[in-house]
């Protein structure tokens, strides 16, 4: 797992898929709430004047030189749940944005959300 002081520094830098196809560049990083451990980035995705913001787990990425490698498709990852580039992710968003990536989803013991970002 990248840790969360390293992975900050890659904002704005590229995001590719795992077979080095630019994606988007990274915009934020989303820890989770109980390990406050790097789990999701935000990956700005689109055309010019449309973009939007799409979620890709970082468990397995990659840092190389000036991009950020993600174990995932690049047709995967653009398909994933998206906000507005000026929006946050609702915690009622949260179990679609795992249940994309196939990943269990669980509220923490008092109800509280599982993402938050950083």
Same mark, same amino acid.
């Given at each position: 797992m990248i840790a969360s002081a390293d992975i900050r520094e890659w904002r704005g830098q590229s995001v590719v898929d795992?077979? #080095?196809h630019r994606i988007g560049s990274l915009e934020a990083v989303y820890v989770e709430t109980a390990s406050d451990?790097?789990?999701f980035a935000t990956v700005t995705v689109g055309l010019p004047f449309q973009h939007r913001l799409v979620f890709v787990p970082l468990d397995g990425a990659v840092v190389?030189? #000036?991009y950020v490698k993600v174990p995932f498709p690049k047709g995967q990852?653009?398909?994933?749940?998206s906000i507005g580039?000026?929006?946050i992710l609702p915690a009622e968003d949260e179990p679609a944005v795992f249940a994309h990536?196939?990943?269990t989803y669980a509220v923490g013991s008092g109800g509280e959300r599982r993402l938050a970002r950083r």
């Open positions: 795992e077979k #080095g451990e790097p789990f190389g030189p #000036g990852v653009k398909q994933a749940p580039t000026d929006d990536y196939a990943l």
